[in-house]
């Protein structure tokens, strides 16, 4: 007679609660953090760069923090780091971050808390109370004019480039930066004027043209009518004319060698010369020339004043010293000595 089979009896295997709470101290520092960075940057409406900008400042930040949970953070916390972008080295050798450069990362981490207070992540935002750094205003490094004509003259050498050169450096003298003018289209050129999109910082906007700037452009646009170039309006307006590239639009790096080889011609080479210089030229001209700061801010497409004011400040200062040297030599009071000397 065979014997039944055995009754089987199950055992209910549960995990130690020190396992229970490894488990969860390992998804609270690996998803909480990450989870909540990556929800602030889909609900935030801003640009491409800008949303990388804050994707990279608030991971350093996490990184520094080793991880700490967000509600934790103090005050001094943000404190400490604000410090520590203040005297950490640099790539560059030098101690320290830039003022720019500590404000972007503190304007990011003011954002992502506030954000969190607001979605009550957090029931306080340790970031109200941290100050920005105050940077002294660089001086532009503008041109002098004698130098941008010295650079014209170089144009005449370029060969089959003059055209185009000769637009390009139009375009450069009315503040536009190169990699504005790599972007631009046949169609961002119209009434006399260059449409800017997708600028730096969000500062899109329209450049006014000078005459002598439209009859370069529209001289270069008939060259490349005469090449058999697309005119349609999404059509670079910029072309490499370059063996490797011919006809393709031109780079920031093309802008930029184009304006170091001018001053090579010129013979400006111990001069540090590039592209944005003629940008800073432009700031300051415009207010050496009594434009009201806020239409040459417009102008520029600058969206600080702070940022514009290095332009008023080293306006003022050079039409200062101008000012001195016309007293000097009109002066009769022998204050200042005479004027004139013999040889």
Same mark, same amino acid.
């Not at 920005?132 to 005449?156: F, R």
């Not at 008939?222 to 590239?245: E, V, Y």
């Given at each position: ?23 969860? =101290? ?32 608030? /991971? ?25 972008? %203040? ?10 971050? %830039? ?39 660089? %001086? ?23 055209? /185009? ?13 190169? =990699? ?6 046949? &169609? ?33 646009? &008939? ?23 011919? &006809? ?17 011609? =010129? ?15 432009? &700031? ?25 004011? /290095? ?7 050079? %039409? ?24």
């Amino acid at each position: 007679m065979t014997k039944p089979d055995p009754i089987p009896k199950f055992v209910e295997i549960r995990p130690s609660a020190a396992i229970s709470q490894a488990a969860a =101290s390992v998804a609270e520092q690996t998803s909480e953090p990450l989870d909540w960075v990556d929800q602030f940057l889909a609900d935030r409406e801003i640009r491409p760069n800008t949303l990388k900008m804050y994707a990279w400042q608030l /991971r350093r930040f996490q990184r520094w923090l080793k991880y700490k949970p967000w509600p934790d953070v103090t005050e001094n916390d943000l404190t400490a780091y604000k410090n520590y972008l %203040k005297t950490k080295p640099t790539k560059s050798g030098s101690t320290g971050l %830039k003022p720019a450069s500590i404000n972007q990362a503190l304007a990011a981490t003011q954002s992502f808390y506030k954000w969190l207070y607001i979605r009550r992540y957090v029931t306080f935002n340790p970031a109200l109370t941290i100050e920005m750094s105050t940077p002294s205003p660089p %001086k532009p490094k503008d041109l002098e004019i004698s130098t941008i004509h010295e650079l014209d003259e170089g144009l005449a050498d370029r060969g089959q480039l003059c055209t /185009r050169d000769t637009a390009i450096v139009w375009v450069l003298k009315h503040g536009l930066r190169a =990699s504005e003018i790599s972007a631009l289209n046949v &169609g961002d050129y119209k009434e006399q004027a260059l449409q800017v999109e997708n600028a730096k910082w969000g500062s899109d906007g329209l450049a006014p043209l000078s005459p002598d700037a439209c009859f370069a452009i529209e001289s270069y646009l &008939g060259w490349c009518l005469a090449q058999g170039f697309d005119m349609s309006p999404t059509a670079p307006l910029f072309r490499s004319q370059s063996n490797r590239n011919y &006809g393709a639009r031109m780079s920031y790096q093309g802008i930029y060698q184009m304006v170091k080889d001018l001053a090579a011609i =010129s013979g400006l080479t111990e001069e540090s010369i590039h592209p944005h210089r003629y940008r800073h030229t432009f &700031g300051t001209q415009m207010v050496l020339e009594n434009v009201p700061p806020a239409f040459a801010q417009k102008l520029m497409r600058n969206k600080s004043m702070q940022s514009f004011d /290095r332009y008023t400040k080293w306006a003022v200062e050079k %039409k200062a010293v101008d000012a001195f040297k016309k007293v000097v030599e009109q002066s009769e009071s022998g204050l200042f000595g005479s004027s004139k000397h013999e040889s």
